[in-house]
């Protein structure tokens, strides 16, 4: 038996040299925590309201406003603190969305072969080959704005790239010989698919997940911007940054500038995150 | 198969991803709720005999797979229908908003594959060194900034601070009022115009909304020209010529580069679509009349027919691109063609 302090430190070591070796893996990993983080504590860190008007109109960054305020006299930090709820629960709920429906579709595609493939891959090749944001903007102007509706949106729009991969990687552990086997042995239809060949096309789906999360965001970003999220006051990075853009004539910088870093920040940590794992696992054909 | 029915059978291709986009936005404009009539007449107490009337008159009443064929069959002729809002054709109303999209999204283009490029061989040349490290992480963060805000912080700081380019538009108002256009393309029409000053003017106007969209896409650009470049710099013939003596500036240039140039062209024309929806953000910031502010307003007017019509010239436009890639990528590598 290892005692306990020593047993410890036989199995940190190693993982801190592991991760020292992965500088992009540990970047995206602070980042993205940092961002969850304050995210999830924002009504107790934030030192004033998001919604409720204070003191001053358009007061400079200073000592009682770090990130200054607002036309309508609010805390501009405590509406990048609490900007990125929005923002993250539809990245988070549109990817999980995509990725089951897309995964479902591909596995399913590339297993069953034949015309169902064939019209699957031609109509998930259409969409992919369309600009996500065009297409995201078009749904949600039909289905009206909200939270809900940019979730579906961004979900359809991210549905082909799950299908893509899951759809290859299918086709390539197909082939595989314990898949035969499973077959020989009498494994049929759904059963070869569930047990043998999806779980075995879960490592190169994850992998595009962190990515995903990176451009649905961006993607969300874009559609508050132009004004397709929710209603005011709900903070919200894209559309704080599209109310700042009418006072930008006239030198008020701290409105767009504070809120864009923010979106920023997130953004880079998924894909460096994204980055970081592709790296770990290594490459996935 | 020979490169005419390798090109024959990849513009077939084409038409099924024009026909099924157009079908997909088809779809969700006419099923998803939300009634246009409504908004023609503009509010709720409206009497229900004049939305009747607007119904027959727009066709809403008819099946909806009449509609869509209807609608189908005026496509394959070139005719996308009239716009609700302004009673004018979809078409030429698409095609006065074409050149400003085309010209910006080309410059971006362009602007992206200079950054990108050199970027990226520098990147390579410097391999697992620092500059490298520092640039991939550039690389990575241009693809992780949101387009409209480097967008709206280069006209703060150039535009606003500075005060040395202009914020918006694709010439001063008073010039625009009076500039007659040949094209529709303004850098082009005001050289043939012969008039240099107003050249100039439309450069400076060009200048910011043309970088934002480069820079977004440069990263890419530049890390597909860095892997790409490692990859042929590690070939025999190249080592040959190094073996031989080349300097290795010079070897870049004349022998790796150009071979590197295969897998960078495809990569920048499957992005052509990413700069589509960049370039919709781009015009919203920089007040640029292209169809993507075109688009922003149809959709803001619930101009189905405006809608429809710009979804569908936007995908003819991509698979134009993609076509042409695929095609310059089979000239090139004859490999293509047998796979």
Known sequence: MVDAPNGSRVAVAPLAAWLGRRRVLVAGIILVGLVLLVTLLAPWIAPYSATAPGADRLAAPGAAHWFGTDQLRRDVLSRVIHGGRIPLEVAFTSTVLSLMIGAALGWLS??????????????????????????????????????????????????????????????????EAYVEAAQALGARGVRVLRFHIAPNTLTAIMAIVSFNI????????????????????????????????????????WLITFPGLAIVVTSLGFNLLGEGIGEAIGPQG | ??????????????????????????????????????????????????????????????????????????????????????????????????????????????????????????????????????????HIGTYAIPIFWSGL??????????????????????????????????????????????????????????FTLGLALSGLVGRVTRASLIEVLDLDYVRTARAKGLPARLMVLKHALRNAMIPIITVVGIQFAILMGGAVLTEAVFSWPGIGSFLLQSIKARDFNAIQGTVVVIAVLIATVNLIVDLFYALVDPRVRFS
């Open chain 1, 214 to 253: 990176a451009d649905a965001i961006l993607t969300e970003a874009g559609l508050a911007f132009l004004g397709f999220g929710l209603p005011p006051p709900t903070p919200d990075w894209g559309f704080d940054i599209q109310n700042g853009q009418a006072f930008l004539q006239s030198g008020y910088w």
């Open chain 2, 153 to 210: 912080m280069l006209q703060m700081v150039f535009g606003i601070f500075l005060k040395w380019l202009p914020t918006g538009l694709q010439l001063n108002p008073v010039a625009a009022a009076f500039f007659q256009p040949i094209t529709g393309f303004v850098v082009l029409d005001t050289l043939l115009h012969g008039n240099f000053a107003l050249f100039g003017q439309a450069l400076l106007h060009l200048l910011l909304p043309a």
């Open chain 1, 110 to 175: 590339g297993y069953a072969g034949g015309r169902l493939d064939r019209t699957l891959s031609l109509i998930m090749d259409a969409l992919y080959s369309f600009p996500a944001l065009i297409l995201a903007i078009t749904i949600v102007a039909m289905l009206g704005p909200g939270v809900f509706n940019m979730v579906a949106a961004i979900a359809i729009v991210y549905i082909p790239t799950y299908f893509r991969v899951a759809r290859g990687q299918t086709l390539k552990v197909r082939e």
């Open chain 2, 1 to 138: 198969m020979g490169l005419l029915r390798y090109a024959f059978t990849r513009v077939l291709l084409t038409i099924p991803m024009v026909l099924i986009l157009l079908t997909v936005v088809f779809l969700v404009l006419h099923v998803m709720p939300g009634n246009p009539v409504l908004v023609i007449l503009g509010g709720r107490n409206v009497p229900v005999a004049l939305i009747k009337e607007y119904e027959h008159r727009l066709g809403f009443d008819q099946p909806i797979y009449v509609q869509y064929l209807k609608y189908l069959w005026g496509v394959v002729h070139g005719n996308l229908g009239e716009s609700f809002s302004t009673g004018m054709s979809v078409s030429s109303q698409i095609a006065l908003h074409l050149p400003a999209t085309l010209e910006l999204s080309f410059s971006g283009l362009f602007i992206a594959a200079l950054i990108g490029v050199s970027t990226g061989v520098w990147a390579a040349l410097r391999q697992g060194g620092v500059i490298d490290q520092v640039l991939r992480f550039t």
